[in-house]
C-alpha cells in the first residue's frame, strides 16, 4: 500500500480530523495523530451524530458556546485516546491531537484589544491542556497569538503554531516558543513543538494573484516555501538540548487546482517530519501505484527558486492569506453555534 510506503520512507502520517470513522479507518493504515478545528467539528455534529448528546449538555443548562467546547473537547479526547499507545511508545514524540483555540479571539466584532487577545490565547491553552498529555494546543501565527507563544510555552504546554504562510511567521514563532521553553518549570526533557506550515493556499494566491509566473514555477510556490522552512527548521533545533523533536507539519496538503494528481504534496514532502492529510487525501494515498521515496530534500533548477523570490511578495501574500485564513476558521465556529441554537430548540420541543 502506497500509505505504508509515505509512512516507511520516514513520514508520520497524521489526519486532518477528529471523525471517530475516518480516524478508525485510517489507524488500520499507520496514521498516528490527527488535527481539529472548528470546521471539522461542525462538520461532525452537522452530521446529526452527537444530537442526543447536546440535549443532554441542553438540559444541565450550558450556554450554545459551553456546549460546543465540550462537544470539541470531547471529540479530541476521544481522539487522544486512541493515539495515547502511540505517544507511551514514542516517548512522548508522537501519538498527538491538536486542539483549535477560540478562532473568535480574533474576529474583529469581538471588539477585543491585542493585549486582551495575547492573554486569551494564554488562559485558553493553559485550560484546554491540563490533564491531556499527547494534545497539542494550535494557537495561529497571527500577530496576538505570535506574541503569546512565549508565554505558552513557558508554561509548559505543547503547541502546535498554525496557520503558517511564510518564514518570517515560522522564525518569529520559532524564536518566541524557544525562549519560553527554555524557562519551562520542569525543564527541556518533554518539550515538544510543531509548526504547521499551509501549502495549497499558498498556490491558490499565487495562481489568482502571481500571473506571470512561467509554467514551470506555477504551483511549484508552496512546495518551495515549504521545504525552505523545513531546512531552517532542522537545521536550527540541530545541537539544541532538546530530547524530543521540534517539527514541521505539512499542512493544506489537500490538492486545489483541477487536474494535478491528488497525491501532488504527499509525494513532494515524503521522507521527514509530519504531513496532517485530510481523508480524501489519505484515500489517493493509499489507492496510488506510487512507491513514495524520500523527496524532502530536493530542490529545483536555481533559476526557478530565483524566479519566484523576484515575482513573489511574501509580505503581500502572508497578510492575505492570513486574513483569509482566520475568516475560514471564524464563520466556522458561528456557524457551530448557530447549528447548536437549532439543535437547541428541537431538544426543547422533544
Keep these: 500500500m502506497s500509505l505504508k510506503s509515505l509512512i516507511e520512507c520516514g513520514t508520520k502520517v ?7 470513522e475516518e480516524l478508525r479507518t485510517n489507524l488500520d493504515r ?6 481539529s478545528n472548528p470546521a471539522i467539528v461542525s462538520r461532525i455534529i452537522a452530521q446529526g451524530h452527537s444530537d442526543a448528546r447536546i440535549g443532554e449538555l441542553v438540559r ?7 456546549i460546543a467546547w465540550r462537544l470539541d473537547d470531547e471529540l479530541v479526547s476521544s481522539a487522544e485516546q486512541l493515539f495515547l499507545p502511540v505517544w507511551q511508545r514514542t516517548g512522548g514524540d ?7 483555540l477560540d478562532p473568535l479571539i480574533e474576529d474583529e466584532e469581538a471588539s477585543l484589544s491585542r493585549p486582551q487577545r495575547v492573554a486569551r490565547y494564554l488562559e485558553l491553552a493553559r485550560t484546554w491542556s491540563a490533564g491531556h498529555p499527547n494534545r497539542m494546543i494550535k494557537v495561529p501565527a497571527t500577530e496576538a497569538g505570535l506574541e503569546a507563544l512565549e508565554a505558552v510555552a513557558e ?10 504562510f511564510t518564514e518570517r511567521q515560522y522564525v518569529a514563532a520559532r524564536d518566541a ?12 526533557l518533554d518539550f515538544k513543538s510543531v509548526y504547521s506550515i499551509f501549502v495549497s493556499r499558498v498556490d491558490v494566491y499565487t495562481r489568482e494573484h502571481v500571473p506571470d509566473l512561467s509554467a514551470a514555477a506555477r504551483g511549484q510556490v508552496g512546495i518551495i516555501n515549504a521545504k525552505r522552512i523545513w531546512r531552517r527548521n532542522r537545521d536550527f533545533w540541530e545541537g539544541k538540548p532538546v530530547r524530543l523533536r521540534q517539527e514541521i507539519v505539512f499542512a493544506s496538503t489537500g490538492v ?3 487536474g494535478e494528481p491528488e497525491d501532488k504534496y504527499v509525494a513532494a514532502f515524503a521522507g521527514a517530519d509530519i504531513q496532517t492529510n485530510p481523508a480524501a487525501t489519505n484515500e489517493a494515498a493509499e489507492r ?4 513514495y521515496a524520500r523527496e524532502i530534500d530536493r530542490m529545483p533548477d536555481p533559476s526557478l527558486l530565483n524566479e519566484i523570490d523576484a515575482k513573489v511578495d511574501m509580505k503581500a501574500m502572508e497578510s492575505a492569506l492570513i486574513g483569509d485564513a482566520i475568516g475560514k476558521f471564524v464563520e466556522p465556529q458561528r456557524a457551530l453555534l448557530a447549528l447548536i441554537a437549532k439543535k437547541r430548540a428541537t431538544a426543547f420541543r422533544s
Design 14 to 20: 497524521w489526519l486532518d480530523g477528529v471523525d471517530p
Design 30 to 35: 499507520g496514521i498516528t495523530g490527527a488535527t
Design 60 to 66: 444541565e443548562g450550558l450556554t450554545d458556546d459551553a
Design 94 to 100: 508522537d501519538g498527538f491531537v491538536s486542539f483549535e
Design 155 to 164: 508554561a509548559g504546554v505543547t503547541l502546535n503554531v498554525t496557520l503558517l
Design 177 to 188: 516558543i524557544w525562549r519560553g521553553a527554555q524557562r519551562r518549570r520542569k525543564g527541556l
Design 256 to 258: 486545489k487546482t483541477p
Design 288 to 291: 496510488s501505484t506510487n512507491v
